[in-house]
């Protein structure tokens, strides 16, 4: 006998909707979070359809289950980021369902009001107290106690005498952005740029608008245009989501937010958890909150009218899922984008060239932002050869860079030493029979961490504390660090300049992104004289007084294996310089290279970026690498080296078997990755390369099925459009 079913997905690894009857008197929405039995438990699960077919041998659902409703274009993006990056449907819709935790009781906020009654012993403070309470109303202790200048004991000491009750208070609503709160002061460049925004976001009513690429140089405003988008969204009624870095979410940020529109924004990031999480998720999926600022995950929130997305940073490698579910965050939300409909904008100082080669072939609008607001100036760039101009042996800060961090910091400047390396050395050996420390479960090298004396893998986290002896020949006094990291270059810039203040902003130092972000917002108030960082100093931080930067190693990166290796150093270097000179000041960029010819440090000197970007493209092309041609990568990994790398052969055997493979759609490998082993399985690799116009995705989920299936613990990772080639 026909009746209706319900196709469930669940958020598990599984790519497979299970389908259930439904209860007498209950017929739920396609999307609805529901209860359902699956196996010996009960899980939840998101209704992905419903359809009329015979169910006698189906279980029932057990019921509705409080969470957010999945919109179609929800449900159609989970389907396409399955579809495109291979991974089961239910892992992606993991990332997306987040409900609350029952087992954890939300502990109620507490407040406290007058009762009437006067307390047996009367002072000063407790005078100051009762008057600030006097109207009646409720409030957080800690309020009370700043409204009447008190410490908490005194409001404690009247709760305890009767004077005051505490009393549960209700979870007060999320503060709306108001879009009139103030007035920006916009060039006329930029408000033209605001103004072709604010047409994208009211043109979501007539389906989706193309993509904008923002692009603006350092210090153009190109936050504050589309601040303006995010105006218009909120006069329309709708929600914003802006993407950041993660580690670009700092204080700074949100304030600068609260300035234009009276309140921060809405802050999803690894740091909110617990029950702040659920109720942020929960005002997402309301339309409470109605602008979020966030890391990729954000991308799956259950918005209820999402008409605005910003990707702030869209060349950042940080983008991409490295792990789990290999998505890009910055092509994902362009998806999104055009399934809710919702106004996009990529903005970047330094576009990825898949972006700029979209917004050269029509794909994108392209807005640009040619100057600084202000008329502030780009920092002057000029390079140190290291060949004529090196530092004395053992030191890595050159004399001319040196003596411009003195001249800054005299002038009560701030100055930043750049070096794309965590730790004070990237290798450590015995200088008498050579032995290098390298990591047990790794094909890498131990970096040594002074701070923390300690040897660390940086791709496993194993850790073992710094010998005095040689293990191999047992020399003692015999092992050197060689090799830079921003802790040695800490060292000598303590060394080089007594009695300034110097920040060390690295990813690996207690405290994680929190710390981070509150030294980042000490660096911009001017807490310090010289910053000293790696690449997180580069995400569109703005520092008023820092009017030098000094890159202590311009060539790191060039040399790499990876096709952007030229693009993400370029990108990098233009970033960082860009630091300089944002405040009244003037900048001023150094680089230290041994290869000032390079057309990547040629690029950043003459200031000339498209031809950079023509050069790179061009490159590219020829070799059909993206954005002109599309790859994957397949990593496979085993415990057991041989049978790893005999299983990597027998899947590229039958790939060439399946008789597809043509000009247009080649296999590469199987080779040995760069980092051979991690955490103690080995690692080869499989480049798929195909031509723009081939169904990439079609060709791997045949391939996978007709090749032979991994066993004895062998894994394969499918990563489309790899963005790390290690």
């Excluded at 073992?464 to 800490?490: F, Q």
């Excluded at 010289?530 to 569109?540: D, E, M, P, S, Y």
């Excluded at 990593?635 to 060439?656: C, F, N, P, Q, S």
Aim: glycine fraction near 10%.
């Amino acid at each position: 006998m026909s009746q209706t079913l319900a196709d469930v997905l669940v958020p598990l690894p599984l790519d497979t909707l299970f389908s259930y009857r439904l209860p007498e008197g209950y017929r739920p929405r396609v999307g609805e979070t529901v209860r359902a039995p699956f196996g010996q438990r009960e899980v939840a699960g998101v209704v992905w359809g419903l359809r009329e077919g015979a169910g006698d041998n189906l279980k029932t659902l057990s019921g509705p289950l409080e969470g957010p409703h999945f919109a179609e274009p929800l449900r159609k993006l989970i389907d396409f980021v399955a579809r495109w990056t291979l991974a089961p449907r239910g892992a992606v819709l993991a990332m997306a369902l987040k409900l609350p935790d029952e087992s954890r009781p939300e502990a109620p906020r507490v407040g406290v009001r007058a009762t009437g009654a006067l307390p047996r012993r009367m002072t000063p403070a407790r005078e100051r107290v009762l008057a600030a309470a006097a109207d009646g109303l409720a409030r957080p202790k800690r309020e009370l106690a700043l409204a009447a200048g008190v410490s908490a004991g005194v409001v404690d000491g009247l709760v305890d005498e009767g004077a005051l009750e505490a009393l549960a208070l209700a979870e007060p609503p999320r503060p709306a952005p108001d879009p009139a709160h103030a007035a920006p002061r916009l060039s006329p460049a930029q408000a033209d740029a605001a103004a072709a925004l604010a047409a994208a976001v009211r043109a979501t009513g007539e389906g989706p608008p193309p993509p904008v690429l923002l692009e603006g140089v350092t210090g153009a405003g190109k936050t504050e245009v589309y601040f303006e988008a995010i105006a218009e969204a909120l006069r329309q009624g709708g929600q914003s989501l802006i993407l950041m870095p993660e580690i670009a979410l700092t204080g700074q940020f949100l304030e600068r937010f609260a300035r234009r529109f009276g309140v921060r924004p809405a802050a999803w990031h690894s740091a909110v958890t617990g029950r702040r999480r659920e109720r942020l998720y929960a005002d997402v999926a309301s339309g409470a909150a109605t602008v979020v600022v966030g890391a990729r995950s954000a991308l799956f929130l259950p918005y209820a009218d999402l008409k605005l997305v910003v990707v702030d940073e869209e060349h950042d490698a940080g983008y991409k899922q490295e792990d789990g579910v290999h998505y890009h965050a910055r092509d994902m939300a362009v998806i999104r984008a055009r399934l809710e409909p919702a106004a996009i904008v990529l903005a970047s100082a330094t576009p990825s060239l898949e972006s700029r080669v979209n917004a050269e072939r029509g794909r994108y609008a392209h807005i640009r932002l040619p100057e600084r607001f202000g008329g502030r100036t780009l920092p002057d760039i000029a390079a140190i050869d290291m060949r004529a101009n090196g530092p004395p042996q053992g030191r890595w800060i050159a004399p001319p860079l040196a003596a411009a961090v003195e001249a800054a910091t005299a002038r009560g400047e701030q100055a930043l030493l750049f070096l794309n390396r965590r730790g004070f050395a990237p290798l450590t050996l015995c200088r008498a029979c050579g032995h290098r420390y390298e990591c047990p479960n790794c094909t890498a090298w131990l970096v040594e961490h002074r701070f923390r004396r300690a040897l660390v893998c940086h791709h496993c986290g194993h850790v073992e504390r710094r010998p005095d002896h040689c293990p191999s020949c047992g020399g003692v006094d015999t092992i050197t660090p060689c090799g830079p990291g921003v802790e040695r270059i800490a060292e000598e810039a303590a060394t080089l300049f007594p009695g300034k203040r110097v920040i060390t902003l690295s990813s690996d130092f207690p405290g994680g992104a929190e710390r981070m972000r509150a030294e980042l917002d000490a660096v911009a108030e001017g807490a310090c004289d010289i910053v000293i960082g790696t690449q997180l100093v580069a995400k569109g931080h703005n520092f008023p007084l820092l009017s030098v930067v000094g890159v202590v190693d311009a060539d790191l990166g060039l040399t790499s294996g990876d096709p952007r290796a030229a693009e993400r150093t370029f990108q990098l270097l233009q970033q960082v310089t860009g630091r300089a000179g944002r405040g009244d000041k003037p900048g001023r960029a150094l680089l230290q290279t041994y290869q000032p010819g390079h057309p990547v440090i040629a690029a950043l000197l003459s200031g000339d970026a498209e031809r950079f970007y023509s050069e790179e493209q061009a490159a590219r092309e020829a070799a059909r690498l993206p954005p002109f041609g599309r790859l994957a990568a397949l990593v496979i990994a085993g415990a057991d080296k041989d049978a790893t790398h005999a299983y990597a052969r027998e899947l590229v055997r039958a790939a060439h078997g399946m008789g597809v493979l043509d000009a247009d759609l080649s296999v590469l490998g199987p080779a040995e990755a760069p980092l051979a082993m991690i955490r103690g399985r080995h690692r080869v690799r499989i480049l798929v390369r195909a031509a723009r116009d081939r169904d990439l995705q079609g060709f791997l989920r045949d391939w996978l099925a007709a090749g032979p299936k991994p066993k004895g613990g062998i894994r394969v990772t499918v990563d489309v459009d790899p963005q790390s080639f290690l």
